[in-house]
């Protein structure tokens, strides 16, 4: 038997590294399940990473997380890639086969996974669905959708062009991009509404267009023509109660954070290179939880 079998290694790549939280998931399902290997942070400069996963049969890893920068160099340098990740056209997980490199994205998995377990009824009740923002996040999101058969998905973006790119390239007839304008107008009638935009992220975007809105994203939920409430998701996990969040709690809507989706999309890559599908718990929650309130 191979020492890669006994302890297998794995990790995270990305430029900068430091503040990936998938060591933390993987290592809290290792001690978990008993399971003798690694998971380790490796820090690949971007003229570097072609380099790297051209040579990654030799680094001695059975496969790997990608975080940005590298997750469309990743994808670009597999041999083998999943349906997801040629939607997105970006890879987040890798493994190898007989010596080949393959690449699946595992963030339509995410949130989809996490959708369904926090509003199981979710499909019997959505025909309209409404994302903010058209960057990887959104393709994956919008792909997820897509593949689930709902009938209307508007993308908005605040660069329209990037929001035509995105439905052209998936190439789904019922993919629509929508001007960044119309969201409030698409929001009304929204089954399902997504923020895959940096807004309301805390360390992230505080620009005039940000700030100077009366609702958050400039969505107003509490104006509906639809009479149910819609199921308000935000893919921003710090803060946890994003401020489009806690508006639609606040407007009797239901609300899905994006922690979720940060820990089912570990759940692939873990069962690839460890040979055990691990549970997604309140305790991994916690403890996750726990380290984003923690100060760096
Ligand atoms: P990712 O790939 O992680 O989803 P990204 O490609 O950086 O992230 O995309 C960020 C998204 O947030 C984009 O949709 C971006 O809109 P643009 O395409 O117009 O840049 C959106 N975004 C960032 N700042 C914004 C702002 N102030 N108002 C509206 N949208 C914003």
């Not at 490796?42 to 997380?65: E, K, L, M, T």
């Not at 998936?170 to 509404?193: E, H, M, Y």
Request: glycine residues 8%; negative net charge; hydrophobic residues 40%.
């Amino acid at each position: 038997m191979s020492s890669a079998k006994l302890s297998p290694r794995a990790g995270v790549i990305g430029w900068p590294i430091k503040h990936s939280r998938s060591p933390l998931i993987h290592r809290h399902w290792l001690k978990t399940y008993g399971r003798d290997g690694s998971y380790e942070r490796y820090a690949v400069q971007p003229d570097d990473a072609s380099a790297f996963f051209q040579s990654f049969a030799d680094f001695g890893w059975v496969g790997c997380n990608v975080t940005v920068p590298h997750k469309e160099t990743a994808y670009a340098c597999a041999e083998l890639r999943d349906a997801s990740a040629k939607a997105v056209q970006a890879a987040n997980t890798l493994w190898l086969e007989n010596g080949k490199l393959c690449a699946a994205n595992t963030d339509t998995y995410g949130f989809m996974e996490h959708l369904t377990q926090s509003q199981p009824h979710w499909r019997e009740t959505t025909e309209n669905v409404l994302i903010l923002g058209a960057g990887g996040a959104s393709r994956a999101i919008a792909y997820g959708f897509a593949e689930a058969g709902i009938a209307n998905v508007n993308i908005a973006n605040r660069t329209t062009a990037r929001a035509i790119g995105l439905v052209e390239s998936l190439g789904t007839k019922n993919l629509k991009p929508a001007a960044w304008d119309d969201r409030q107008k698409l929001a009304r009638s929204a089954d399902i509404i997504v923020n895959t935009t940096t807004l309301g992220m805390s360390t992230g975007n505080t620009d005039a267009e940000s700030d100077d809105q009366a609702f958050p994203l400039g969505v107003d939920l509490s104006q509906r023509t639809s009479p149910s409430p819609a199921i308000v998701c935000d893919i921003v996990y710090v803060p946890l109660e994003t401020p489009l969040l806690a508006h639609a709690k606040a407007s009797g809507h239901k609300t899905v954070d994006g922690l979720g989706m940060l820990l089912h999309q570990a759940v692939p890559g873990f069962e690839k290179w460890y040979g055990i599908r691990p549970d997604v718990t309140p305790e991994l929650r916690d403890i996750v939880l726990a380290d984003l309130e923690t100060p760096s």
